[in-house]
């Protein structure tokens, strides 16, 4: 099949450029050193390329991407990098399954649920989840005490990642990291996770890297600079024109919102609609052309859509479905 | 099954908030004066309640909801309100569908792919799809030329849905509407098709309002008052407190960002991640609680999720397929 012959709104993904991206964060971040974050393509395909180049372990944000990781053979061991209060599905797994817990009733509901191993999460800045750091040590003890295995802990300074300047991102990451190092010396274990795709080089105190979003890339991320090109665009047809302006058929129900309207080639892009984006092309553009539309927010884009289209040049190579969506 | 046993995040549907807010639109645009948009729900169990409230002129938005619906057995009467430049999906449907068209190429394209009855788009204002008013006619006649029935014309005045004041949004509505009147008639037929919940009292022009948004409701149109009542939350629990702030499971791949943050009863939302919203609660919460969750736009929410669980008090009475999402 042609990428001219896809209905759209598509979900396209470059085939080289997915490639290069891989190879560059698997070189700098070889094996375990990299723990890959799936909520950035929730594809079990894609993760296994990812495991293909040396990564065993991987993160996860849901439940329903660990069922997935361990329906596909991925359940080496796999991190749940997030709290849960209900983690029997969980438990029922025939996977190594390690749970982020926070506080008194994330140890519980591991315990309750079957889960044998668990991460301290620690909050290193970012206001989310994560106990405060002199808290750790208390709450590793309150784990063993109820029979779990504590790897060690974690600490996402997801506040960072897209701080403009690469020599402020870096001093703040150790600043957070300080914490992180200072709640792992109370909890022990070999694990100190941390990181993503906006610190992957710049974290040195973190044992392993959850960066997921280094793989198909958006265009915050893009404006980071760094080896990492986008690889993943909407394919979309230009459905109206107008003097002013012309539409195509990728709206807001194809695309992550959340920072801001995508990039449209050679063009200024006005707004999003459900269906639509509006925007005003450089050159004049006819009903049936199409156009690349750029998300600004690769996680939530991807898990609107039911399929990836890899591709070379025009021709589409395969299929991939999204198959770690939904909860 | 009692609502608290639901994972989360689960979409969540008040029955009774439903049934009044259906029984509302259709008190006051009884019949065919109401075609209920189905982008709003992409939920054909909740299309068969409006049927059963006596609508059987349905709008969409996408070829998948045109297709979901007359597999449904909804198809007495389909418009897709949105240009296509490939209608074979459509030609091939066992249902009455009727295209919007605006320029040649999309007339082109809905006499190739065999459907059959077409409506002149016309711009009247939202700075998306549409003809200009004066080119309506012309486009009317090319139309008949290649065999096309024309129904009569559609023009959206989606820019004055969430206008804040009402007199404001009626004047602005009427002018809009002074439009479409003009390539009305230069066009013919029965239908002057337009409107939504934000407009659906206010526009005398129109013979149908395309209304879908009072069905379930989001907190921008609750802004606006009138008849309509949310009937649609999200369930979630909090996985994480803190001194200052709480945190539920419940991101933005859950939720509709482009109107902004949702609400959270009894808090103030501060931000979403991808599965987390941080908000500070009046009062403090525990991990474990579950919270409600209004999305500020109820179409693309609608979107992202699998199911709908319609609820009457703590008991899920019964769980809807989003059937209609995709494309």
Redesign the interface.
């Known amino acids: 099949m042609k990428l001219a012959e896809l209905?759209?709104?598509?979900l396209v993904v470059d085939a080289a450029a997915l490639d290069a991206n891989l190879h560059a964060m698997s070189a700098a971040l070889p094996g375990p050193r990299l723990r890959p974050h799936v909520?950035a393509h929730k594809c079990t395909a894609l993760a296994k390329r990812q495991a293909a180049l040396g990564h065993a372990t991987f993160t996860c944000?849901?439940?329903r991407e660990v069922e997935g990781m361990a329906a596909a053979g991925l359940g080496a061991d796999l991190l749940l990098a997030?709290?849960?209060?209900?983690a029997r599905?969980l438990g029922r797994l025939d996977a190594r399954v390690t749970v982020a817990v926070?506080?008194e009733?994330?140890i519980a509901?591991a315990a309750a649920g079957g889960v044998r191993e668990v991460l301290v999460d620690v909050?290193v800045g970012l206001?989310?989840?994560?106990c405060a750091p002199e808290d750790a040590g208390r709450l590793a003890d309150a784990a063993r005490r109820r029979g779990l295995t504590v790897r060690g802990v974690m600490g996402y300074e997801?506040h960072l990642m897209l701080a403009p300047d690469q020599a402020d991102r870096a001093k703040r990451t150790a600043e957070a990291m300080v914490l992180l190092a200072r709640a792992h010396a109370d909890v022990g274990g070999d694990v100190v996770s941390a990181g993503g795709t906006g610190t992957y080089d710049l974290n040195d105190v973190a044992t392993e890297i959850q960066a997921g979003s280094y793989a198909l890339m958006d265009t915050a991320y893009a404006k980071l600079g760094g080896p990492f090109a986008p690889a993943l665009w909407i394919a979309a047809?230009?459905?109206?024109?107008?003097p002013?302006?012309a539409?195509a058929?990728c709206g807001?129900?194809?695309l992550?919102?959340?920072h801001g309207n995508p990039d449209v080639d050679g063009a200024k892009v006005?707004?999003?609609?459900?269906?639509?984006v509006?925007f005003a092309p450089e050159t004049p553009l006819?009903?049936?052309d199409r156009v690349r539309v750029w998300p600004a927010h690769v996680?939530?884009t991807v898990?609107?859509?039911?399929r990836l289209h890899i591709v070379s040049g025009e021709d589409v190579l395969d299929v991939w479905p999204v198959d770690l969506r939904?909860?």
Do not use: Q
């Not at 047809?237 to 107008?242: E, F």
């Not at 006005?270 to 639509?276: L, R």
């Open positions: 209905a759209t709104p598509a909520k944000a849901t439940i997030n709290e849960v209060l209900d599905r926070d506080s009733a994330t509901a909050n206001p989310r989840c994560g997801g047809t230009v459905i109206s024109v107008n002013r302006f539409v058929d807001l129900k194809a992550g919102m959340d006005w707004f999003c609609s459900d269906e639509h509006t006819r009903a049936g996680d939530p898990a609107y859509h039911e939904g909860w």
